[in-house]
């Protein structure tokens, strides 16, 4: 008879737990029967012992089953994930991109959670864009139009919300094997047959450092191959907001304009990169970069604007937002923080930056703050960017009664999250360290 | 600030704690504001990276403050504590042994736990023996007459019960330095000068080999220490059952027959080993062997037998029992298990023979069980002694309803909880493994 004790005791001495013996601690806590308590022991010895691909599947099938599963009828359905940074707006680009290739592309979104945004939240800056669909409308939707953005919701892996909860107060989030059954548990339960995933790495993201993208990468591309998902992992830095933008609308605004071509070089690149990856998952392309190829042709043609466009009509939104974007909220507040003497960018808290935005109110401090749309930051310059005395770097967009605030973010700003060098920094950080693919 | 969050990431990480941040967390414990599961996942990183002897001290001393601690008004005061075992009475000998030699023995003993039996259970056998005196009793009664034996009381170390608690259901016991906390919290609080540690070692223990119990040793000698305390520790053995009787009614008169000078070698030696220790800790002898001969004359002269007598009656119970064991609940069945060959005990599993005392009723499976005095086993042999074909080897005592339990008990103690060679065994267990002293 099995026992959460000996299950405890068994990874606490370093052994590999059995597929049965990880379910029935993972449906005993659903049941109530294995307490929160002993969960968190076994979350920190998972933590410190670690946990063999093997068991990482196991947790990520029971987690998986602990809810509803889709199982679309259609072909050429890859989904995209992100472990989140900071401006990264990506899926606002990519999904329309990978949609006019011919991708079918069921995207189900987070909302912001920590110093970083999130796609739901951005997107409901458009009046009237409907995240809340059923799972039986977001099913058929994609079947018919191939593509959909809904929000997070209980019927997917609820034993995922129950561990992440714990792991959160317990110091046993930033565990590989933890990440990778939370990540794909989700992900697998929402029926695509390829995934794409966007590892972050820096000083914005969750993974400070390369070894550890790269760790993670393996073990979610590994968890992929064993549920039979085609896996592409792409690790980019996150040590600088991806675009210019940071903040709901301003993220939205400059996704339609990368959409129009006019978009940030770093933002374009990494969508197209994605885009291209999820074209070729999906078998529309042979290679990753003939998958490239067509997205930017998606992107060149405006087909991939008409799609987001009709997006945004098909779930409720105001769809001239496309052309006019002063429908959206927007601060009315603008400071400039300029450069105080000639030099160079040299680096970014990244994580710092995010923090600011949710202070202005771009993103919540506790669940139930409500968003301010409209402010955020704009950036003007990017690391390595050389800036004269007076040059304007960043933008504030801020509300009326905020200036104090903002004073001090300025200050913040300049002083301690933006550090300058006299000479041009020596290595920049690259925009993508490292793409993997691999075929089940 | 300090926040639950970094403090188990700290530990985790494998850095030492700040006093301040012990404290923080238990009291935060005790006060609601940090959760069991945060509790517990700290007790899995303590038990995995280890705790100093720093952070072992202040867990002690946090946890001994969470309740009422004793300071006696007399000097000479010394207590005794085991880290438990099959057969194990020598609280009942050493403590009038020690008080006829002038120490002053305060005792708050423990109830039974898992396959060991506890000193309040089995001094309860004794018709009308009240061990729930108040902590103002107590202290009187110590002061005044030198030896007090009550049971362990919320009043002291409430911290412990429920830190216990969750190491019982986390796997999380055997750690050296939570074991430590649990015991030391509990006898600082009992205000003894100083306090002489019997551990056990062997497969009826909870330390399992001598290099864990040494360990555990010096982790309690060095406790102590820190809290001005006079240590002595010892390792003994705890392959067999000490003595030959295991069971409650049976322990206390087997008990009261070493004091008479009638016991067995192995109980008797112990005994006076301790007792003995006890003496030189208080002062009252220069040297262990000085304080072991003291306790020698206090059992030949038959001093300690009457202290015994006396405090019986002082706590309520009929010290008739020192001359009449009939007035014990003993049971009416006796079934005798006899060598089926000749040879030679090799080995013998105490912790099975623990847990048939418990299934015949000498113990609690739940705490709400009542227990059966008078069941219980008496050993007709050691390991190392021969047998032959048809001699005794021990007597189960039951009662009439439990004959088919006995008989598939005799089955498993033959067969699988005492193995037997033809030969002599080579290598016998010792009695005392090593003594160390520490004076502060």
Same mark, same amino acid.
């Given at each position: 008879m099995l026992s959460a004790y000996e299950i405890i005791a068994k990874k606490r001495d370093g052994l590999e737990l059995s597929e049965e013996e990880i379910k029935w601690f993972i449906q005993g806590l659903l049941a109530g029967k294995v307490a929160d308590y002993q969960m968190s022991a076994l979350l920190m010895a998972i933590y410190l012992n670690g946990f063999s691909s093997k068991e990482t599947a196991s947790l990520t099938d029971v987690m998986l089953y602990s809810g509803k599963t889709l199982n679309f009828n259609a072909q050429h359905v890859v989904d995209k994930h992100s472990t989140g940074g900071i401006g990264d707006k990506t899926s606002f680009i990519l999904a329309p991109l990978a949609a006019a290739c011919g991708v079918r592309v069921p995207m189900i979104a987070g909302r912001g959670l920590g110093h970083t945004g999130g796609t739901v939240d951005k997107v409901e800056a458009?009046? %009237?864009? =409907? $995240?809340?669909?059923?799972l039986e409308e977001f099913q058929r939707t994609l079947e018919k139009e191939g593509l959909v953005l809904i929000g997070q919701t209980? *019927?997917?892996?609820?034993a995922d919300k129950i561990i992440y909860g714990l792991r959160d107060v317990t110091? $046993?989030?930033?565990?590989i094997p933890l990440i990778t059954a939370s990540i794909m548990s989700k992900k697998l339960a929402e029926g695509a047959q390829g995934i794409v995933m966007d590892i972050k790495v820096g000083? %914005?993201?969750?993974? #400070?450092n390369k070894a550890q993208a790269r760790k993670l990468a393996t073990s979610i591309r590994n968890t992929g191959l064993r549920f039979n998902r085609n896996m592409m992992t792409v690790i980019s830095d996150m040590n600088q907001p991806l675009g210019n933008a940071v903040g709901n609308s301003l993220e939205i605004i400059e996704s339609i304009e990368t959409l129009k071509g006019k978009g940030p070089k770093d933002l374009t690149d990494l969508s197209l990169h994605l885009a291209g990856g999820m074209v070729h998952l999906s078998g529309l392309a042979k290679t990753h970069s003939a998958g490239i190829r067509k997205a930017r042709e998606a992107l060149k043609s405006g087909k991939a604007l008409k799609v987001f466009k009709e997006m945004i009509k098909r779930q409720?939104?105001? *769809? =001239?937002v496309i052309d006019d974007y002063g429908i959206l909220p927007l601060a009315n507040n603008h400071h400039v923080v300029a450069a105080s #003497?000639?030099?160079?960018? =040299? =680096?970014?808290e990244a994580t710092q930056i995010g923090l600011h935005v949710v202070q202005l109110g %771009? %993103? #919540?401090?506790?669940?139930s703050d409500k968003i301010d749309f409209g402010v955020g930051l704009t950036f003007h310059k990017k690391i390595g960017d050389r800036v004269k005395e007076g040059e304007p770097i960043l933008t504030i967009h801020h509300n009326e009664n905020q200036k104090e605030l903002v004073l001090k973010m300025a200050d913040d700003l300049l002083e301690r999250d933006i550090s300058f060098s006299?000479?041009?920094?020596?290595k920049l950080p690259s925009l993508i360290y490292e793409t993997q693919t691999s075929w089940y």
């Open positions: 458009i009046p %009237g864009f =409907k $995240t809340s669909l059923s209980g *019927e997917i892996a609820p110091a $046993t989030i930033e565990s000083n %914005g993201a969750f993974m #400070r409720g939104g105001d *769809e =001239k #003497r000639n030099g160079y960018i =040299k =680096k970014m %771009g %993103g #919540r401090q506790k669940a006299t000479t041009k920094p020596q």
